[in-house]
């Protein structure tokens, strides 16, 4: 996991510079520039929208006493593209907006939930994989149980204790 993601640190920042220097050799070097700072700043905007909308949610799902799993979901996915839409670059740009735009957002999610669910089926087994896609870990049956009353003897009646020697006042054993 940390090779790929040293890969990622590597190759992305590679990625950006040439797709920048060839949009800057197309369209000019302050076209490109004031085209990504354009981006950020549209970015900037849908990512307080997206993440207010998340919150009222978010805040209305636990009003109701239920579990806010799509509104966790959606504000990670809305936090990491509004990190990658505040980073310079089309490419990470392009991306970002894939992940804050609603639509997009819900695919992008289903993806996120499904990897999830499989890193935790390997690492955790499958009711952690479960619980992780939002399914039911357990399953709950109530059967009807009829109580069969026991067939008793009548009581018998206890031997009774021999009786105890006792003085007038009722305490035993003085004489």
């Known amino acids: 996991m940390f090779a790929g993601l040293g890969l ?11 797709v920048i220097v060839m949009v800057g050799a197309r ?3 302050l076209n ?7 981006v950020s ?12 909308a998340t919150w009222r949610k978010l805040q209305a799902t636990m009003a109701r006493g239920e579990v806010p799993t799509d509104e966790v979901t959606d504000g990670a996915l809305i936090l990491f ?9 089309f490419v990470t740009d392009i991306v970002g907006l894939l992940i804050v735009f609603p639509g997009t957002r819900a695919v992008v999610k289903s993806g996120v939930r499904r ?7 390997k690492r955790y087994g499958p009711a952690a994989a479960a619980a992780s896609t939002g399914r039911r870990i357990y399953t709950a049956r ?19 204790a021999p ?3 006792s003085d007038g006042g009722g305490s035993p054993g003085r004489g």
Request: net charge positive.
């Open 8 to 18: 990622l640190i590597i190759i992305v920042p590679i990625i950006e510079l040439w």
């Open 142 to 160: 109530v059967t009807s149980t009829r109580r069969q009353v026991p067939v008793t003897k009548p009581p018998e009646t206890l031997p009774s």
């Open 32 to 38: 490109t520039l004031a085209l990504l700072v354009l």
């Open 27 to 29: 369209i000019g070097f």
């Open 115 to 121: 990897f999830l669910g499989l890193v935790a089926l």
């Open 163 to 165: 009786p105890r020697p």
């Open 81 to 89: 593209g509004g990190a990658l839409l505040l980073t310079p670059g």
């Open 41 to 52: 700043v549209a970015g900037a905007i849908l990512l307080k929208r997206e993440g207010a």
